[in-house]
């Protein structure tokens, strides 16, 4: 009989966020490991998942919905006072034996709370991810920030396993004696077609996020800096950027000079976004240094590498340290700065399209060797089976 994994984490699954695309990945290397795998989350609207058996069902894993209130104050309630509870109830619906693994995807220190002590009366194993681990300054309170510092203070060590996504997480983890195995945001390089690139203009990507980690700035004013005749020949695609921000960090005048490059494209389901990739050549990502960045793994750096996308970064993290190459399957500057940024997309443009095509095999070979999830199924098992 197959061991269960059930995995618990709020994201809008799937492909509704950063954390649904690592849970989509995981939970496929588990079901690949030949473990039993649950999938516990709320849904994303966009997708009719499958049922097979009277069980929901994506790509092989068993989907249990969680329900997220519509109603704000009833929302509030259930995440304040019922949630650990809703997922222990989950739990115990499933008849959970010491013989399965729970994994937790979620900061939600009620969660953890509740998990962990219904843990101590039945003996299952339990494992954690922490994706992020954010400053006092990224939060909206100080509850949340001292909410947050107890998920990782007062409940990561008490679990069996630790699934930090990053070096910089592990290395603080390590020094409290948790039992860790860094695991960066994993893809699967099967799921889509590479797709065709035409080179009518080169095409970079900025694909933004809510918590902007990324130096938009830098991107935005090292494209107004090209010059007149590299501008006609290039597109920067912004996703997730609204007009407003992007006048309000340029002056009039970059506005003017950029705004026939910019493509702005607003909300688009996953179709639509696949078929962006396929057409992209570059991606753009910026970042400072600081504790945010160095303990996150972005997401989009693997995804569009899937699709021959190839990476112009500044290096921080562990991305450009253990995962891509300048030259090689990618294009790396150092610091954040709009000079070296701008040196960068124009060694991208003074490339020919045979030159550019060879960087882009190379960018999805580096996708398919180090971050496809079938590369990481036999070290997430032997670290399971090792509790």
């Known amino acids: 009989m ?30 690949e490991a030949g473990y039993d795998v649950y999938l516990h989350s709320n849904l994303n609207d966009e997708f009719q998942l499958q049922e097979q058996e009277g069980v929901m069902v994506y790509n092989g894993v ?45 900061p939600d220190v009620r969660v953890h709370h509740e998990v962990l002590n219904y843990k101590k009366k039945i003996g299952f194993k339990t494992v954690s991810c922490p994706l992020e681990w954010f400053p006092s300054s990224q939060f909206k309170s100080r509850r949340e920030w001292k ?21 910089y997480i592990e290395n603080h983890l390590m020094k409290k004696n948790c039992n860790t195995m860094c695991l960066p945001i994993m ?35 090292s494209f107004s800096r090209l010059a007149s005749d590299d501008k006609r020949r290039v597109e920067l695609h912004l996703c997730g950027v609204k007009e407003e921000q992007i006048k309000a960090i340029l002056t009039s005048q970059e506005y003017e000079s950029l705004k026939d490059v910019l493509v702005i494209h607003k909300w688009m389901n996953y179709k639509e976004l696949v078929s ?49 190459e300048d030259n090689v399957n990618s294009l790396i500057f150092d610091g ?12 991208a443009l003074s490339m020919t399209q045979r030159e550019i095509a060879a960087l882009s095999v190379r960018s999805r070979e580096c996708a398919e060797k180090k971050f496809d999830y079938r590369n990481w199924v036999g070290k997430i098992h032997h670290a399971l089976e090792s509790l």
């Not at 954040?336 to 060694?347: A, E, R, S, V």
């Open 2 to 31: 197959k061991k269960r994994v059930f995995l618990h984490g709020l994201c809008n699954y799937p492909r509704g966020s950063a954390k649904a695309n690592y849970m989509q990945y995981l939970s496929m290397a588990l079901k």
């Open 62 to 106: 068993k989907i249990i919905p969680f329900n997220m209130y519509k109603n704000k104050i009833t929302n509030y309630i259930e995440r304040r006072f019922l949630r650990g509870h809703n997922v222990v109830n989950m739990l115990k619906q499933h008849n959970i034996t010491r013989e399965d693994i729970v994994v937790l995807i979620s």
């Open 147 to 167: 909410e947050n510092s107890a998920y990782f203070d007062r409940f990561l060590h008490r679990h069996d396993l630790l699934f930090p996504i990053s070096t």
């Open 187 to 221: 893809a699967d390089v099967r799921e889509h077609a590479v797709g065709t690139k035409s080179f009518d203009k080169i095409k970079f990507i900025f694909p933004g996020n809510g918590m902007m980690k990324d130096a938009i700035e830098v991107i935005l004013k």
């Open 276 to 324: 962006l990739y396929q057409a992209m050549h570059f991606l753009m990502l910026a970042r400072e240094e600081n504790q945010m960045t160095l303990a996150n793994f972005p997401s989009k750096v693997p995804e569009v590498m899937c699709y021959g996308v190839i990476p112009i970064v500044s290096r921080v993290g562990d991305y450009t340290k253990y995962y891509l």
């Open 336 to 347: 954040c700065d709009i000079d070296l940024c701008l040196k960068k997309i124009n060694q």
